[in-house]
């Protein structure tokens, strides 16, 4: 059974850092592409971040040069570092792995709040 863990979220200032983690079981994430998704009250899921299972990744215009993400793979667990944050990115976070089924990854995690004061 495949399950993802999603940690480190949190209440920061603007300007500061978070560093999310999405931790896996049932499923080796190297292998696989994960990405790290969000939604904020009233608005649709969007993109925020994507690792191809061979390294490559891959983000939204709105984070890209503020965010990385990576894995450890010893760890199976995958990674958001999030710098530089502004209000708006103020949302529940949620990592995904597994293959495309329509566009969308098979596996989800339950989320973790990130909340930005000004």
């Known amino acids: 059974q495949v399950q993802l863990v999603e940690s480190g979220g949190g209440l920061v200032r603007a300007g500061g850092s978070l560093r999310l983690a999405c931790a896996a079981s049932?499923?080796?994430?190297?292998?696989?592409?994960v990405s790290w998704h969000r939604q904020a009250p009233g608005k649709q899921r969007e993109f925020v971040a994507d690792?191809?299972?061979?390294?490559?990744?891959d983000y939204a215009d709105s984070v890209k040069g503020r965010f990385t993400i990576s894995r450890d793979t010893a760890k199976n667990t995958v990674y958001l570092l999030m710098n530089s944050l502004k209000v708006e990115d103020t949302a529940a976070y949620y990592c995904?792995?597994?293959?495309?089924?329509?566009?969308?990854?098979?596996?989800w995690g339950q989320g973790t709040q990130v909340t930005v004061s000004s």
């Open positions: 690792i191809a299972w061979y390294g490559i990744t």
């Open positions: 995904a792995t597994g293959p495309l089924i329509n566009g969308r990854r098979t596996y």
């Open positions: 049932g499923i080796i994430l190297s292998n696989n592409g």
